[in-house]
């Protein structure tokens, strides 16, 4: 063990590098010029960056949230949720984008903006785009937009979890719920009624602190698509994907239809012929005594289960008088740590081969059975057939209505429009600008994965010097015990330190030997090779006590290669 200290020790000292000068410092963040922003040229039915005047576009609501016919209709909820336009603090991708933002953990908020001109999709492609940044990620809480119903009662300073809305959509998230939603509110020609019709199997929401872009594209013909950071999440029907369906069945159950007293659905039966045989004993144990088991021969009948504690000793506190005799506590038996067992002997139970349990007749097919009763259908008298539900009634307003566990949350480069090209270049401009940026700077900040070599061959000294000499001189003595030879041809470096180590040896004791005759300078050389020697054994003594089971597969391999050659 010594020698092979020694031998590392010379290995780090003969490479003029020690561990703690090989390590260096890296980078800890993405040094990258953050591209400027620019406002958008593109124009819009309602497009907004949140630049100069936002403020007198969005005005934030105060009002009482509904509570009618929620579980907790007795409780009085106000939106107190502050709201503020700022840059983002948590991965900026560029510099002067900025966001609404929302400011209050644990609240309700709500704010709107009402579009110039009311926004009519019919017969036209409906395109909803915007991004989400959620800087603290999101446990519980809503990041979803409201296009709100253009009317005559739109006040900004009373929108609420009541005001009529066309379109909900965005990300929500909370336990176990994760989705984008999509919903729309149908009006039913009718009645006149509006019912909200909710997306089935909607796509989960992007839970990150980097920004996500939500696109919602609703054509003229029906379809729809939903895309995530410009990915297709989710493409269909507005007929045939949502949640009540838009169009009710043509013909429903009777609801004055009754079953008749005498239907049978039963369709099997107790077999009414069947007899218990005369042989079946209900009263038959499920186990009986197994008679012809007998004791094992290892079976210590008088050893008890549980013995003294032979270590335990008295309390020397103990008092006899007060306490009563001391009685020392019980640990198992060992002796019966190693045979089948201890104490008295009984024979085992197992399973009766007569037991047949309680006897019950077999089922058979009803013969009056007359199948599962169905009311009959009749036709549905609020039947009716809305063949283009993409033709959404008039938006005037869009509005953030949320509940949310955590803050700053942020909306930015909202695109409310007719255009799929220009809702592109929009995230062109701004999204996907942003995105790599703010993606290499969240991956900066993860812990960096150590590289492991697949060989020692592979090991570099600068990137673990320790690491390197422990695997180094494993290797080499693995190899040696075979063959010395090819031990020196495929690690050289061991021999080059050991000879560094019988040269500095041979230094020493000539400076020894000769007393104070020698030069100064081969006085130096060798006091500097004997710290390094010794420092160099010192950080690496634990890395020569193990590991050669770790290459010897690796040697065998190159060992084998070797002597084909």
């Known amino acids: 063990m010594k020698l092979n200290s020694a031998i590392a020790a010379a290995l780090l000292a003969s490479s003029g590098v020690y561990a703690d000068e090989a390590v260096k410092d890296e980078p800890s963040s993405v040094a990258a010029e953050l591209p400027t922003f620019t406002p958008t040229t593109l124009k819009a039915p309602f ?18 949230k509904d509570m009618k016919g929620s579980s907790n209709e007795e409780e009085e909820w106000a939106y107190v949720g502050e709201w503020a336009v700022e840059e983002p603090y948590q991965y900026k991708g560029i510099e002067g984008d900025k966001g609404l933002v929302v400011k209050n953990p644990a609240a309700h908020h709500a704010i709107s903006a009402k579009f110039p001109k009311k926004i009519d999709p019919k017969g036209k492609t409906l395109v909803v785009q915007y991004e989400v940044k959620l800087q603290k990620g999101l446990e519980c809480g809503g990041a979803y937009l409201k296009l709100l119903r253009d009317n005559k009662a739109l006040h900004q300073e009373e929108f609420s979890n009541a005001s009529p809305y066309v379109i909900m959509f965005g990300p929500d998230k909370c336990g176990h719920t994760n989705k984008v939603h999509f919903i729309f509110n149908h009006k039913n020609p009718k009645t006149g009624e509006y019912e909200e019709k909710h997306l089935t199997a909607a796509p989960q929401a992007t839970i990150a602190k980097t920004s996500e872009l939500y696109t919602l594209i609703v054509q003229p013909n029906n379809t729809f698509t939903i ?44 077999d009414p012929e069947a007899k218990k045989p005369e042989d079946w004993d209900e009263d038959a144990p499920f186990e009986i005594v197994d008679e012809e088991a007998t004791i094992p021969e290892d079976w210590l009948e008088n050893e008890p289960l549980t013995v003294p504690d032979p270590e335990a000793q008295k309390p020397e506190d103990w008092d006899d008088e007060e306490d009563g005799d001391w009685i020392p506590p019980t640990v198992p038996n060992p002796k019966c740590a190693d045979v089948s067992g201890c104490g008295p002997w009984s024979k085992p139970q197992k399973k009766n081969p007569d ?96 590289d492991k070599p697949k060989s020692p061959s592979d090991l570099k000294f600068l990137d673990d010097p320790v690491l390197y000499v422990k695997e180094k001189l494993d290797l080499f003595l693995t190899i040696a015990a075979n063959d010395p030879i090819q031990a020196i041809k495929f690690v050289p470096e061991i021999p080059t330190a050991i000879g560094g180590l019988v040269l500095t040896i041979v230094a020493v004791i000539g400076i020894f030997t000769l007393g104070g005759s020698a030069p100064a300078p081969v006085k130096k050389a060798a006091t500097d090779a004997k710290e390094k020697a010794k420092d160099a054994k010192d950080k690496t003594a634990e890395a020569v006590t193990t590991g050669a089971e770790n290459v010897k597969s690796e040697v065998n391999k190159r060992a084998t290669r070797s002597q084909q050659s």
């Open 47 to 64: 497009l907004e960056q949140f630049t100069e005047g936002w403020e007198k576009r969005w005005k934030p609501s105060h009002a009482k």
């Open 227 to 270: 895309k995530k950071g410009g990915e297709y999440v989710r493409e269909g029907s507005l007929l045939d994907q949502f949640s009540p369906a838009v169009n009710p069945p043509e013909e429903i159950d009777d609801p004055n239809d009754t079953k008749p007293d005498d239907w049978v659905d039963e369709a099997r039966i107790a």
């Open 355 to 450: 037991y047949k349990g309680k006897w019950t007749a077999p089922y058979i097919d009803n013969p009056a059975y007359k199948g599962v009763w169905a009311p009959r259908k009749i036709k549905n008298p609020n039947y009716f057939e809305d063949k283009t539900p993409a033709n959404f009634e008039p938006m005037g307003a869009i509005g953030f209505e949320i509940w949310t566990m955590q803050n700053d949350i942020m909306f930015s480069n909202i695109y409310i429009g007719h255009s799929v090209e220009d809702a592109e270049k929009l995230a062109n401009e701004t999204f996907f600008k942003k995105h790599p940026v703010e993606k290499a700077l969240e991956e900066a900040e993860k812990p960096k994965k150590e």
